[in-house]
Every structure is written in structure tokens, then in C-alpha cells.
């Protein structure tokens, strides 16, 4: 059974960082892409990050651009996104999930999902 689990989300002041971890089992993960998204209350979940398969291509959402990071450590099977001067607008559930394609896609694509990790930034 493919499963994939979100962890390291928080509770964390304005300017702090966090690392999420994406966690696979059942899977290798280097063989799928893999996507970051978010949601916060009242509002559509959204797509953060991404890494296609192999790690050769990344995307970001404007509004964390230079401020997150994805990296790969297949070694782990493990996808990681590292967080970097975190503002209240970051406030969201993170979730991971996973698709077959070569590099990244829309959130309608991915055909497994964790069940999320909160992060939530203020002061």
C-alpha cells in the first residue's frame, strides 16, 4: 500500500524556519513526482512546491519563493521542505502527495496524499 506521512509542523514566531518531512512507504519515491501543498482555513488548498521525478526539476508558488526549499534525500525515501523566514500567512495544514508524471502538475494530478502537519506562525 502506497502511504505517504507529512511531519516537523508547528507552532513557530514570525522569521523562524521549519523543515517538513514527506515520508514514503510502500514506494520508492524517487520514481514519482512529488508536491507540496497547503490550506488554511476557508480557503482552496494550494500548491507550494514541487520536485519532479529524479529531483531535476523544482517549482515554487510566488509566495514563498527564496524563502522554501525542496530537496530529495532518496537514500530515506524522504522529500523535505525547508522553510525559511515563515510569516503569519504561512499558517496552514501542509500535506505531500504524489504523482506519476516526469516533472510537476496540478493538484487534481496527484493520486496519493498524507494526511497533512500543521503549521502555524505567530507571534
Known amino acids: 500500500q502506497l502511504r505517504l506521512a507529512e511531519s516537523g509542523g508547528g507552532l513557530v514566531q514570525p522569521g523562524e524556519s521549519l523543515r517538513l518531512s514527506c515520508a514514503a512507504s510502500?514506494?520508492?519515491?524517487?520514481?514519482?513526482?512529488i508536491g507540496w501543498f497547503r490550506q488554511a482555513p476557508g480557503k482552496e488548498r494550494e500548491g507550494v512546491s514541487c520536485?519532479?521525478?529524479?529531483?531535476?526539476?523544482?517549482n515554487y508558488a510566488d509566495s514563498v519563493k527564496g524563502r522554501f526549499t525542496i530537496t530529495r534525500d532518496n537514500a530515506k525515501n524522504t522529500v523535505y521542505l525547508q522553510m525559511n523566514s515563515l510569516k503569519p500567512e504561512d499558517t496552514a495544514v501542509y500535506y505531500c502527495?504524489?504523482?506519476?508524471?516526469?516533472?510537476?502538475?496540478?493538484?487534481?494530478?496527484?493520486?496519493?496524499w498524507g494526511r497533512g502537519t500543521q503549521v502555524t506562525v505567530s507571534s
Open positions: 510502500g514506494f520508492t519515491l524517487e520514481d514519482y513526482a
Open positions: 502527495a504524489a504523482g506519476t508524471f516526469y516533472y510537476c502538475s496540478g493538484r487534481y494530478d496527484y493520486d496519493t
Open positions: 520536485i519532479g521525478r529524479r529531483g531535476g526539476f523544482t
